[in-house]
Each structure stands twice: as C-alpha cells, then as structure tokens.
C-alpha cells in the first residue's frame, strides 16, 4: 500500500461524492418542504442522462463542435427540460395528495418511478446507451515511476468545479434571494408561511424545479464522465444519494453535499483496502450506525416532537 | 367509486377470457420466445425474438411444418427467477405452446426448465451458457451455445500461453453468468498454475468503478479478467484505461454487442479488449444471405439473434422429421442427428450440449469492430 | 370556456416540450432516429385528457353541492359480512381444482402476498411504523428453508417454525436501537438493513451459492412425496391414495396450507386488534406523545408489532421457497418492499379485508397485464398513480376499532 494508491482513492472518492451529492440535493430539498421521500428523484437523473445524450447529438448534426460550447449548451438545454419534467411529477402525481395521508404520496411516488422508467424504455429502447468522449486525457500527478501517479481526468476535474459551482449557486439562492426565504418559510411552517402570504403551492414547485436541475446538472457529469447510462440508472444511484441525503441530516443542504462525499469517500476506501463485494453493505451498515447514534443525521437538526 | 369498482371486475374478468382465449387451434404449432423483455437486460430479449420471428417468417413462407403454420408466443421473464417460473408455466399450461426457446439469464433459466422439463416441453435455450443447465439429467432440455467452463479454459489458455501474463486480476458482476464465467476462468488459471492476484465482484447497474480500477493497479494486475456483459465492461474498460491502467481486459460472449462500443465511450476504450465467442455466425457462409436479409430490415443481427434463429430452425427440423411435437420424440431426434441451420451444422450430446464447442478468441479492433484471433 | 381550452393548450404545450427530446428522437449509436409523429400523438392525447378531465372536475364540482349518496357497495357489504366472508372462504377452498398449474401457481402467489400484506399491515398500518425494508424478514425465512435444507437436511414442516423464529429474532434485534428514532429514519435503517441482507445473501458465496441460488425441495406430507417417482424410502401420495398422478396435486396442497395459515393469521389480527396490545400499537400509531404520558412502553410495544410482523414475513419466505422450488437473491429486492408496501396502502393501512383484495389484485394484475409484456410496466405503474389520487385511503379505506355498546356490554 502506499500514499499513490491511496491518494487515487481519495480522488476517486471525492469524485463519486459530488455526484452523490448534487442527487442528494433534490431528495433533501423535497423532504424538508413537504416531508416525502421522492422516490422518483432517481429517474429524473436518469432521464436527464438521456437527455444529454439525445442534445449532445442534436447539437453534433447540426454542427456546432467545439466542446466547450457543447458542454455549456448540453448542460443547459438538458437543465431546462429536466427542470420541466421535475415540475410536471410533482403536478401531476404529488400537488393532488397534498392533503391525503402521509403514505398516498409515497406510493404515488414509486408508482411514477415505474412510469419513467417505463417510458424511456419505450421511447428510447432497452439497449445501453452511450456518447463519445468529449473530454480527453487528464492531468498525472506525483509521478515517479509505472503505477506510481495519481491520474486525474479532465472530466472529472469537470464534475468536482460544477458541484462546487452549482452548490454555491444553489446556496446563495436559498440563503440570499427572496424566494430562498420563501422556501426556509415553508419548511419551517407551511401554515404559517402561507398565512403570511407565501404562494406555497409556487414554493413547493419551485423545489422541485431546483432539486430536477441539481439532478440534471448530475445526470449530465455523469454522462460525460462514464460516457454510459440505460433506463436503470436512476434506481441504483437514486437509493445511494437517498442514503447521503439521510446520512448528512435530511433536511439540510449542506448536509446533502456532506453526505454524498463521505458515502463516496467511504466507498472507495472500502473498496480499494477491503472489499469491493461488500462495499455496499459497508455502506449501509455506515447509515445504520449514524442513525443509531445521531438520528438526525450528521448535520442535521434534532426534530422536535410537536403536540 | 362504484364504477372503479366494476371497471376492475371487468378488466378481471376480461383478463380472465384473454388468458383462457389461447388455446391452439387446428393448423398452427405455437413455440414460445421467453426472456428478458424488460428490465435491465431487455436488449438481449430483444435479440431472441428478432431471431425467432424471422425464423418463423421463413418456415412458414416454405409451407410451415407439413402445412401447419407457427405462431411465436412471447414470454417476459425480467431476467428474474420468480417471473421466470411464473411464465413458464403460463406458456405451458395457458399458451400450450408445444416448444419454447429461452431464457436468456442463467438465473430464470434453472428454474424454468424445470417446469418445461417436467411437463415434457422441448425447451432450447440460444443464451444460457451456465454449466448447471443442463448438468440436472433432463432429457428435453437443450442448447445451442456453449457451456462457461468451455469459455473459461479457452480464456485462460488464451491470456497465460498467448498473452504471457503472471499476475491476472479477475472481476465478476455478482450474476450468476457473470460469476460462472468468472469461477471458470478461475479454476482453469488454477489447473495451469496461477493464481489469480484479485478475485471481487462490482454491482451490476453502476457505472463507477474508479475504486476498483485503482485497486487493479495497487494489486499490479497484468492482465483483468472480466465476467459479466457490455453494460458494465464498457465503463470498466473505459475506467481503467483513462486511470491509465494498460492491462489487457478478456471477457466472455456478455460483450458481444456493438453497444459495447457505445458503453465505452467510443471505439479507442474498446481497443485491444479480447473476448470469447462461438465462430462468428455472421461470417459463416451459411447465414450470409440471413445476415443481408435482416441488414436491408435495418436490424444488425447481433449477439444471440441467430442463435435464436438456429434454435427454431432445430426444433423446426425435428418436428418435420419425427412428424411430431412430443418432447421426448423431438429430444431423442435431435440427439441422433444433425440439423443443417444458418450458423452451420449442430449435433448435441445426451446432456443436451452442443457435441463440438466452437468457442475462440475475438480482438476488438480502433474502428469498434472485433476480429477474430488466427487460432 | 376559455379558461378551460387555454389550459389544456398549455398542458398541450409543456407536453410537447417533455416530449419531443424524449420521444421525437431516439439514440441510435451516437446519432439519433426521427420519429416526429410520435411527440405529437402524445400531446394531442394530452390535450384532450386534460379537456377531460376538467369537465370532470367541473362535475365533481356541481355535485358537492348535493348530498352524495354513500357508496352503496360499501353500505351491502356491512350488512352481508358474514354471509361474504363465508362466500368467500368456499370460493377460496374451490378455486385450487379447476383453474389449472399456471393459475394456481399464481393464486399460491396471490396468497403469499396476503400473507405479507398481513405482516406489513401489523406494522405499518396497526403500529404505524413506515418499514421499507420487510423483504429483509422474507428473504429470511426463504433462505432459512433453503440453507437449512442444504445443510441440515431441514424439512419443510421444521422450516416454517424455525423461519418464522429467526425472522422474528432478526426483527426484534434490528428494531430494538432502531425504535427510539422517528417515523422517516425508521424507514430508511430498515430499508438499508433490507439491502444487506440482499446483498450478504448474493455475496457470501461459500455459504449461501450467492447469485446461482439454492435449490428446494418440495414438502411432503406425513412422509409422502408430490413427485411422480418416490425419493428413496418415501411412498409417493397418488399411490398411496391410488389415484393417478398429478402434477398440480402438490400445488393444490401448497393453497390449502397456505390458505390455513392466512386464515390463522387473519384470526391472530382480528383478536390482537380487540386485546390491549392491539390496541396499544392503534392509540400508539396516533399519539405517541400521549400514550407515553398514560404510562405504555413504546419500545416494547412497537418491538411486539415489528417482530410480528417479521415473524409473517418469515412464514411468507418458508412458503415461497417451497412454492418456487429456487431462491436466488434477485427475489428479494428493494422493488418487492414496495409491491408489498403498495398493497397494504392500496387495501386501506389497517382493514384486512382490503389488504386481502389488494394483494389478490396486485398479483393477478400484472399476470393478466402479461399480454401488453410491453406495456406492463407503466401500465402498473399508472394504476398506483391513478389509484392513490381517486382512493388514497386505499379501496377498503380505514375503519377504526371502536367500542360498541354490545361489544362492553
């Protein structure tokens, strides 16, 4: 073992963490405002993985080529439709249960999930799917000698400054804008707010557009990292990025982000020191214990028990 | 209220009557298509269904089986074991289908054909390559693609006599093809001597395996062996080349599909992967005016496509020689004699296993195309 | 008028925009298929759906102002209960002898998702306690069944106890820390303790044949065998009985078995939800505040109605394996917690009789979907969708225990 090796691992680590974490986003966000587990939150990432695809080769027919426009364009063009898609779930399958019981929006919530998947199936056929390399080589760190480098790819240099900029983003938005205070009002007290003249039901919609993005924005990375993604993508990275989102304190943005990096960190390390097989029940068990001990989650706060 | 009510009660009811509707009728054979027609590995279904309907399209243009015609049932299994069971005996005992070609996963597979093998079913499978098939003494139980062990010795003949290598790294996706071609390989390494230096499984539906690639290199693997399919070997390759990891990647006939190329991120990751597979049936003269047929349809017949078709063919045959649809008559054809189909002559053996295993070493080439090796 | 038209435009326009990238186009290698019809289909079907469905609303609407009729399907079933209960029972004893392998196979399904359905409804609908996770219970009693057997040569009659035990064990050790957290954290340790087991199950090769599975024999009864040739040293039952063989006879006794155990189990509820316990989970599931303050232990209360609820689940498994001659790990995913958590909510959290219709419709639905093999999914899907915006109380909707006066009296 030496420090190459574990440095890559690191890397690896923050690298998946980011990802982890911008999915995170939209889980916590959702859960703070009206306290469901949106279980379709893994398939808006998965749609905006195709919706990157299907832009970046809409872009390439019509000829436009140099990668740092098609990266800009892609990105935003596959924001905006996944911010749509997000707004729309919510319409049609969560704004009628606002009112109902508190599990009718869950199952409503899985039952969407299937429908997505469903629909892309259809729409856009079985087969793995992929795009070409955009984003070629990287840069080699400390090295001295074969095996003796910490290699890091331009693309994933392109996912860890995008989470960053995204999260600030999004932070300064929630923290410095009206309508991020509109949002904070709704989740500390939907009635409240409302009688204080919050258009809730807008607030609520507004949520889920930001959490879609933040997953489109993730949807997006992903594709131009791994270059491959089918119509069951969103259900495996959805459970872990729920996972984070719990792990950092449900609830709580920056709890989200450090959430997503621990499970990723804690998976690489697990995986390169110990064992790939049981990474996942290693990072189970990691929850398991968190909750155990800190029941809100890293960063999250205590609830209070109301009467 | 009420109305949702009733409106269930008649999809029921309805539901009911459709299932009880399909029975055979006078003048047609039914054989039914089971596999994977949704879910994950739905791409594979879709290659057997392919297959077979073309095949069925051209028996019966050529007068069908003494006149009767054939109709293809299809039969979704998701590649899970409960759904598999389910179907199976939903063709048997509803669709009365007399044959079936499938399953596609090694884990429906198993089960199924027990429950073809116990109402008497000639049961084909054009993509089950896990020894346990047809390792369980039944007698209507066949298939036409080759068995894991024969891949696995052909691999590891390949990677220590061939490619030399000293330290072999071998992955697995956790499935039961996957890890079989994976234990194969494994022990054959084992009867030639080497061990290998990593032997650990990634979750099928990720995408992430930068952990595991830099594993692959602390461990100094030079050579990674990988059992599993395209969906999962293309970002691995991609991953470990970009990682900066040159060791040769082997697999099995999992990657064999151009989406392979796709999941990889273009034809320069693919480069120089190995992986065994039964003699192209693309290239067999044979199949050649097949393959046309089915280009000019827009549709590359890829993968298990003419397995499927070569399977209704054997089954086609049997039925015209022994004038019968009987499991046990068309088993007991099919092991005395050889059937001429688009991927060459077949002849099994008592197990149900092809008699000659054509399994040899392909070499993806810069243009995302595979060559095979000069044997 | 107007409103109404430009409201469906706009639904018409957001759906053009959703699904024209979608499904306009379609990947094919690296560039892309037209299909330019497709997209504008689904937004004219947009349109008018949403032109539908606002003369509906406007119906529903005008008629809240009359007093609606209570559902007089509701109203008949009260009074004829017992009449359909028993109706019911002679069906269900019927059904097995002339429905054929394939749907018998299907109603031994159907019958272990009541059973399941019963379990969760313990936990989620009585006690309240949102469990994503209950798959973990059933894959234990499976794997009890099949590594006991393998092992230990397990019969299938000291499977189902000891199943039932280890599954109830497991869910008294992993509720114990868990209960003191609240509703949602509960869900989701048990929803990763749900993804262990899974995966220790598919990982841990050397003992369990990890995704190759394990094979399972069938149950015997009094030491006679289903098949058609007897193992060594056992008598088969058709010559025993002298009755030519059939291969649905051991099918038929799995129903009858397992229709006993449900109706066993339907009894424990009814009787449980009359004693205290019940009533503790019930008062429990709705102030927790309050019930701590008239002296009920929640922990133990809830650990009763976890480890019950698991103990079904681990009945549930025994019978599955048996049913299914095979377990492999791909049985007990994340996706069978939630079929399973839809048919408790979709019956009404609490009503057993709702959970019984819910699980019978939920297993025979997709087998009936089969025939759209393309379409299933969504069209499942839809159905939960649909149904939680029309029922969200779930098609028998809740009905609470309430003392009457000729139940004190």
């Known amino acids: 073992m030496n420090a190459h090796i574990l440095l890559q691992q690191l890397v690896n680590g923050v690298v998946l963490g980011s990802v982890y974490g911008l999915i995170a986003v939209g889980y916590t966000m959702v859960y703070g405002i009206i306290g469901m587990i949106n279980f379709a939150h893994g398939e808006v990432y998965m749609i905006a993985a195709y919706l990157t695809a299907i832009f970046l080769a809409a872009l390439t027919l019509l000829g436009i080529q140099s990668p740092p426009v098609v990266i800009l364009m892609v990105l935003i063009l596959t924001m905006a439709v996944t911010a749509l898609y997000g707004w729309s779930i919510e319409r049609i399958a969560y704004k009628p249960l606002r009112h109902s019981t508190r599990l009718a929006p869950l199952i409503s919530a899985i039952g969407m999930s299937l429908i997505l998947q469903n629909f892309v199936r259809i729409a856009q056929g079985a087969r793995n799917q992929g795009i070409p390399t955009l984003l070629d080589g990287g840069v080699r760190l400390m090295e001295n000698g074969p095996e003796q480098f910490v290699q890091i790819t331009h693309a994933q240099i392109l996912i860890v400054v995008t989470a960053i900029v995204s999260m600030g983003a999004l932070w300064y938005l929630i923290q410095g804008t009206a309508m991020g205070r509109a949002c904070r009002a709704v989740q500390q007290d939907r009635t409240m707010a409302a009688l204080l003249g919050v258009d809730t039901d807008r607030i609520i919609s507004v949520v889920f557009v930001l959490g879609a993005s933040m997953a489109a924005v993730a949807g997006t990375l992903v594709t131009f990292n791994y270059g491959s993604f089918d119509f069951f993508i969103g259900f495996v990275t959805g459970i872990k990025a729920f996972t984070a989102a719990v792990l950092g304190g449900i609830g709580s943005l920056p709890g989200a982000m450090l959430g997503g990096l621990v499970l990723g960190l804690s998976e690489s390390i697990f995986s390169g020191f110990v064992n790939t097989d049981y990474k996942d029940v290693f990072a189970f068990s990691l929850l398991v214990l968190v909750l155990i001990f800190r029941p809100s989650g890293l960063l999250g706060h205590p609830e209070v028990e109301k009467v | 209220m009420n109305s949702m009510r009733t409106g269930a009660l008649a999809l029921l009811v309805w539901g009911w009557m459709w299932g009880g509707a399909g029975l055979a009728d006078a003048g047609t054979v039914r054989i039914g298509v089971a596999g994977p027609f949704s879910g994950g590995q739905a791409a594979f279904g879709e290659q057997f ?87 369980r003494g039944f007698p209507t139980i066949f298939r036409t693609c080759g068995r894991d062990d024969q891949q696995g010795v052909v691999g590891a003949e390949f990677v220590v006599k061939q490619l030399k290598a000293q330290r072999v790294a071998v992955i697995h996706d956790k499935d039961t093809y996957g890890q079989g071609l994976a234990d194969a390989m494994k022990a054959h390494l084992a009867t030639l001597g080497l061990k290998e230096v990593l032997y650990e499984g990634l979750t099928r539906g990720e995408k992430d395996f930068n952990a595991l690639v830099t594993k692959l290199r602390s461990v100094k693997a030079d050579a990674v062996y990988f059992g599993g399919l395209h969906s999962e070997a293309g970002p691995l390759v991609r991953q470990m080349r970009e990682q900066g990891v040159t060791a040769p990647l082997i697999s099995g006939d999992g990657i064999m599909s151009e989406t392979f190329v796709t999941s990889a991120g273009g034809p320069k990751f693919v480069d120089g992967v190995f992986m065994t597979f039964g003699a192209d049936p693309r290239k067999l003269p044979t199949g050649l005016s097949l393959v046309e047929r089915f280009r000019k349809s827009g549709y590359e017949p890829e993968g298990y496509t003419l397995y499927a078709y070569a399977t209704v063919q054997a089954m086609v045959a049997a039925m015209r020689a022994t004038k019968s649809t009987e499991g046990a008559k068309l088993a007991a054809w099919l092991k005395a004699n050889t059937v001429e189909t688009v991927m060459g002559n077949k002849s099994w053996n008592a197990k149900g296993d092809l008699k000659i295993s054509d399994y040899v070493m392909y070499r993806w080439t810069s243009d995302g195309k595979y060559e095979e090796l000069p044997r | ?66 007093t609606r009729r209570p559902g007089w399907i509701t109203a008949w079933i009260d009074d004829h209960r017992p009449y359909i209960v028993i109706a019911a029972v002679i069906g269900a004893l019927l059904v097995p002898w002339w429905i054929g392998k394939y749907w018998l196979n299907v109603a031994i399904l159907a019958l272990i998702y009541v059973l399941l359905g019963l379990g969760l409804n313990v936990v989620v609908g009585l006690a309240g306690l949102l469990d994503l996770g209950f798959v973990a219970f059933y894959a234990v009693g499976a794997y009890t069944y099949a590594l006991g057997h393998h092992y230990f040569a397990l019969s299938f009659w000291a499977a189902v106890p000891l199943g039932a035990m280890l599954a109830a064990g497991f869910g008294v050790v992993l509720a114990f820390p868990v209960l003191r957290m609240h509703g949602d954290y509960l869900a989701i340790v048990t929803l990763g303790f749900g993804e262990i087991i899974r995966l220790i199950l598919n990982n841990w090769l050397e003992v369990t044949g990890g995704p190759n599975g394990l094979r399972v024999p069938f149950p015997s009864l009094f030491g006679m065998d289903f098949g058609r040739r007897a193992s060594p040293g056992h008598v088969t039952l058709h010559e025993f009985l002298n009755i030519p063989y059939s291969n649905e006879y051991r099918d038929i006794f799995l129903y009858l078995l397992l229709f006993l155990v449900v109706c066993g189990m339907v009894f424990l509820v009814r009787r449980l939800r009359r004693m205290p316990l019940g009533r503790n989970w019930e008062a429990l599931r709705e102030d927790e505040i309050a019930c701590r303050s008239l002296g009920i232990q929640p922990v133990t209360v809830k650990l009763s109605a976890f480890g019950l609820g698991a103990m079904t689940a681990g009945v549930g498994g025994v019978f599955f394996a048996a049913s299914q001659g095979f377990v492999n790990p791909t049985s007990f995913t994340f996706l069978e917690s939630a079929h399973i958590l839809a048919i408790v909510v979709l019956g009404g959290m609490g009503s057993t009789g709702g959970v019984i219709v819910a699980a019978v419709v939920l297993t025979v639905l997709p087998e009936v979907l089969r025939d759209f093999a393309e379409y299933r999914g969504l069209l499942f899907g839809c159905a939960m969708v649909l149904m939680m915006m029309w029922r969200p109380r779930g098609l028998m909707g809740i009905r609470r225990a309430r003392f009457h006066r000729s139940e004190v009296g």
């Open chain 2, 49 to 135: 269904w392919r297959g077979a309907e073309q095949a069925v399209k051209d028996v019966n243009a050529q007068g069908g089986i003494h006149g009767d015609t054939i109709e293809l049932v299809k039969g979704d299994d998701s590649c899970e074991p409960k759904q598999a069971v389910a179907v199976a005996n939903r063709l048997v005992d509803l669709e009365k289908v007399v044959a079936v070609v499938g399953h596609f996963c090694s884990a429906s597979t198993i089960p199924a054909f027990e429950v073809y093998a116990e109402a008497g079913l000639l049961a084909i499978t054009p993509g089950s390559t896990n020894p346990k098939v047809t390792e």
């Open chain 3, 1 to 66: 008028m107007p409103r109404k038209l430009w409201d469906a435009v706009l639904a018409g326009v957001v759906a053009l925009l959703l699904f024209v990238p979608l499904t306009g186009v379609s990947l094919s290698g690296y560039t892309l298929e037209g299909h330019w019809q497709r997209p504008l289909w689904l937004a004219v079907g947009v349109v008018l759906g949403r032109l539908l469905l606002g003369w509906f609303l406007e119906r529903r609407q005008r008629m809240v102002g009359t």
